[in-house]
C-alpha cells in the first residue's frame, strides 16, 4: 500500500521560506509523476507543481512560478516541495499526490484538478502571514 506523508507546514511571514517534505511509502520513483497541490478556503484545488517522467519536464502554475521548485530525492524516496518569496495568498492546506504511471505530462497532471493522481497524501497547513 503507497502511503504519503506531508510535513514542514507551518506559520511564516510573508517573504519567507518553507519547504515541505512528502515522505512516501510503498511506491518506487520509476516511471511515475507527483504533484504538488493546494487548497484554500472557499476556493477550488490548484496544482502549482507537478513532474513527469513521461516528458521529464516539471510544469508550475503561474502563481509560483520563479518561486516555487519541486524536487525528488529517490534515495530518500521524499518529494519536496521549496516555497520562496511566501505570500500571504499562498495560505494554503499542501497535498503531494503520486502516480506510479508517467503516462500523462506535468501540465495534465498538475491541470485536471489532480484526476490522473493516484494516492494523496493527508495535507499540511502553511500559513503566510502580512
Known amino acids: 500500500e503507497v502511503q504519503l506523508v506531508e510535513s514542514g507546514g507551518g506559520l511564516v511571514q510573508a517573504g519567507g521560506s518553507l519547504r515541505l517534505s512528502c515522505a512516501a511509502s510503498?511506491?518506487?520513483?520509476?516511471?511515475?509523476?507527483i504533484g504538488w497541490f493546494r487548497q484554500a478556503p472557499g476556493k477550488e484545488r490548484e496544482g502549482v507543481g507537478c513532474f513527469s517522467d513521461s516528458d521529464g519536464t516539471t510544469y508550475y502554475a503561474d502563481s509560483v512560478k520563479g518561486r516555487f521548485t519541486v524536487s525528488t530525492d529517490k534515495a530518500k524516496n521524499t518529494v519536496y516541495l521549496q516555497m520562496n518569496s511566501l505570500k500571504p495568498e499562498d495560505t494554503a492546506v499542501y497535498y503531494c499526490?503520486?502516480?506510479?504511471?508517467?503516462?500523462?505530462?506535468?501540465?495534465?497532471?498538475?491541470?485536471?484538478?489532480?484526476?490522473?493522481?493516484?494516492?494523496w497524501g493527508q495535507g499540511t497547513l502553511v500559513t503566510v502571514s502580512s
Open positions: 499526490a503520486v502516480r506510479g504511471s508517467s503516462w500523462y505530462g506535468s501540465r495534465a497532471i498538475c491541470t485536471e484538478d489532480g484526476r490522473y493522481l493516484e494516492v
Open positions: 510503498g511506491f518506487t520513483f520509476d516511471d511515475y509523476a
